[in-house]
């Protein structure tokens, strides 16, 4: 969805606790950030996985991860851009439905068009 104003991101953020390094491996294996750089992040209170608003896979990723750092113990919190409003992860997953809905709606739209074009 280019074109779009490229704000247009979900945000993890974890808070930093006394357990950050038990979250490191996970956040290694999610994202391509070194270590110092997802600590960093986590001091800051900086995102520390990015999904496009509109990548329903990325999203997928992010719950993943979200879920398995909530198990892990960590204080998250996921935006809607980097300084946006905070969003739960019923709605992340609602958004997947929507992306999904609408890319099969317009497989279904496509199929009934050029199906027509073959008479």
Known sequence: MKGM?????????????????????????????SISEIKQNISLGKPVIESDYYDADELKSLVRSAEELIL???????????????????????LIETIEGVAKDREDMDSLMFDDDDE
Do not use: Q
Not at 7 to 31: E, G
């Open 72 to 94: 892990l113990g960590a204080n998250i919190k996921i935006y809607e851009d980097e300084d946006g409003d905070v969003i739960t992860l019923d709605m992340v997953r609602n």
């Open 5 to 33: 104003i490229d704000l247009d991101t979900i945000n993890l953020v974890v808070f930093n606790d006394a357990d950050i390094n038990k979250y490191i491996p996970l956040l290694r294996k999610k994202t391509s950030k």
